[in-house]
RNA sequence: GCGGCUGUAGUCUAGCGGUUAGGACUGAAGCUUCCCAAGCUUUAAGCCCGGGUUCGAAUCCCGGCAGCCGCACCA
């Protein structure tokens, strides 16, 4: 399908456009028209109605902005950034840390200058032409703003909304009674400055994520729900492998997936993408190559739609580890952990350093409390066969002789221990998802374009028309309206234009059906129901046409709480 | 960021240095008992932006912006 013909409509009939547009526009970025933000906020809110009612995960809204040390831990300062050169000839600019591959174990890892050096020293030169290159320069793909006035503090962009979770896991977990797994989830806005936005939605600067944080004991990555559906197929590719299908438990197994939970996401993954109405046929999970994984992802999965573009990453769930957590654990010193009792609580024996106090007491009168508690602080093997302890309190030093302490074995009861949860993050680009969603649902005959959307995403669910705008029908037909509205239905009334038109310009924006006003409905009170991909119709009680649209809706939609594909 | 191609109403397009930029579809108003883009009347809407060449520029040249394709990039 031609992808011009599709962004066409889109403008054409209030999907989306590029922003900005009559300043010139302002490259990767899409405003949303009517129809377009109500499909976009359809399909989140049916993903919230997996994860947060079905599967119970936790949402937040934490803010767009976060200040540097956020990305100092997460690594985005660092390695979000590529570093360039360019040839002082031709003026190509390469990736400096390409240019340096074999002269080095891991060149992303040098710094500006070290890097420089290091292609100095090789006499590396413009790979086109041979040219003198320029000193590497890093551009970092965050968008960099100043927060407060004078010496302002520097704050990001966020580049993902995932760090919000991270950071949040003491609250997360806290809230969710302190059990693993717990989840939890955000559907917002984010920020990339990309060095050349393509593909209308497919590469945006600034584009919504629905991202999800699966928090686990290290050792047991399963989810409730596993069993339930570890028989349902999906189209793998593995890494190195060719595309299959293949059971969750045989894929978990064979090693293929690296654990339930993994398995479970993928599918619960491809559940959304089917109830939303992807074409089956047109996705697959592909794992990604050792070396194209994030150097702390153990495994990682993305979800691809095929479309005119080629084949398109729409989703990726991944096994990112501690790796996350544990960063903000150290970086922030904030105890970032979960709590596992033991089946018995343990007795745990170990030396410590105890004070004397009935010899402390004397000596040191009023502040051997104080020294006291420094004292305990120390290790055993720090005191052992000294004969005088220098104790820092305060400002003062105090020497400690040996008889004031002893090295005793101590006998304490540990309940459980502390571990960094690992986290399984699927991560759904909404703008992509959204585009390959019209891709799938576009239909040609001849000149003729049907949107084939689901029920569940439609923007509009019905069409109501009057079969003239006269004698009457156009006033039954704006009541009909009414009464859908108010049974929470977006529908549409149109009397322009003969119906064929009418009907013909739902099908174009991808609603289910269509209500029709005839003259009939004078005489019995009964209005047609048309079907937009079957051009069937049939005849309804008026006082019924609400809960017939709801039934035509809900047949082009999956089942509420079926878990089937 | 580099190279190639491209930019005319909401959409698709005619134009090739010289009248008032033409058409189709769409949109709007109206007529027509009108169930699948029907017909008729009326009507709105355009040369991406900025410089230059020229008596005269949608047209030629330069720059910018945007789009498409390829390269690069996509932690």
């Not at 049916?46 to 947060?52: E, G, K, N, P, S």
């Not at 045989?250 to 090693?255: H, I, L, N, P, S």
């Not at 979800?303 to 990726?316: K, Q, R």
Request: overall charge negative.
């Amino acid at each position: 399908m031609d992808s011009q013909e599709l962004l066409s409509l889109c403008r054409r009939r209030g999907f989306l456009w590029p922003a900005y547009d009559i300043y010139g526009g302002f490259a990767g970025f899409y405003d949303y028209g009517p129809l377009g933000a109500a499909l976009k906020s359809n399909i989140e809110e049916h993903w919230r109605r997996l994860y947060v009612h079905e599967e119970g995960f936790q949402e937040l809204v934490c803010p767009l902005i976060a200040p540097e040390p956020v990305f100092e831990a997460s690594g985005h300062l660092d390695a979000f950034a590529d570093m360039y050169v360019e040839c002082e000839g031709c003026g190509e600019t390469h990736r400096a840390d390409h240019l340096a591959a074999g002269m080095h174990d891991n060149p992303a890892s040098l710094s500006e200058e070290e890097l420089g050096k290091l292609l100095g020293d090789n006499g590396v030169k413009c790979p086109s032409c041979g040219g003198a290159l320029t000193p590497p320069r890093r551009f970092n793909l965050m968008f960099k703003t100043p927060v407060g006035a004078g010496s302002a503090k520097p704050g990001y962009l966020r580049p993902e909304t995932a760090q919000g979770m991270f950071v949040n896991f003491s609250q997360v977990y806290r809230y969710g009674r302190e059990k693993l797994p717990v989840g939890a989830v955000q559907i917002g806005r984010a920020f990339r400055n990309e060095i050349s936005p393509r593909q209308g939605l497919l590469r945006l600067r600034e584009f919504s994520l629905m991202e999800a944080e699966v928090f686990f004991h290290p050792e047991r990555k399963t989810w409730p729900r596993y069993d339930r559906v570890k028989d349902e197929k999906l189209p793998l590719l593995p890494d190195g492998g060719s595309v299959g299908e293949m059971s969750l438990s045989d894929a978990v197994g064979k090693g293929v997936i690296a654990n339930e939970a993994l398995a479970y996401f993928i599918w619960l993954t491809l559940r959304f993408a089917s109830e939303i109405g992807l074409d089956r046929r047109r996705v697959r999970f592909r794992q990604h190559a050792r070396d194209e994984m994030a150097h702390y992802a153990s495994d990682c999965w993305d979800f691809e739609a095929e479309t005119g573009y080629g084949w398109v990453e729409l989703v990726g769930v991944a096994d990112r580890g501690c790796y996350d957590v544990q960063a903000h654990l150290r970086h922030s010193g904030a105890d970032l952990t979960a709590f596992e009792p033991f089946d018995e609580p343990r007795e745990a024996t170990e030396e410590v350093v105890r004070p004397r106090f009935d010899v402390m007491g004397k000596l040191f009168k009023g502040r051997t409390k104080a020294i006291a508690e420094e004292l305990s602080k120390l290790s055993p093997e720090e005191v052992r066969g000294t004969e005088e302890v220098g104790v820092v309190v305060g400002d003062e030093v105090f020497k400690v002789p040996s008889s004031c302490f002893e090295v005793a074995s101590a006998t304490r009861k540990v309940a459980g221990e502390k571990f960094v949860p690992h986290v399984i993050e699927p991560a759904y680009g909404v703008d992509r998802i959204l585009y390959c969603l019209l891709e799938h649902a576009y239909r040609k005959d001849g000149d003729y374009v049907t949107l084939s959307l689901k029920g569940s995403v439609a923007p509009i669910k019905a069409g109501v028309f009057p079969l003239m705008a006269r004698d009457g029908l156009d006033g039954v037909a704006m009541e009909i309206r009414e009464t859908l509205a108010v049974a929470g239905i977006a529908a549409y009334f149109d009397d322009a234009g003969s119906i064929g038109r009418r009907y013909a310009r739902m099908d174009e924006v991808g609603t289910p059906c269509c209500v029709t006003i005839d003259y009939q409905t004078k005489e019995d009170g009964t209005v047609t129901l048309r079907d937009r991909d079957t051009k069937e119709q049939k005849r309804v009680e008026g006082e019924r046409v609400a809960a017939a649209v709801a039934e035509a809706v809900a047949r082009s939609s999956p089942a509420a709480s079926g878990g089937g594909m």
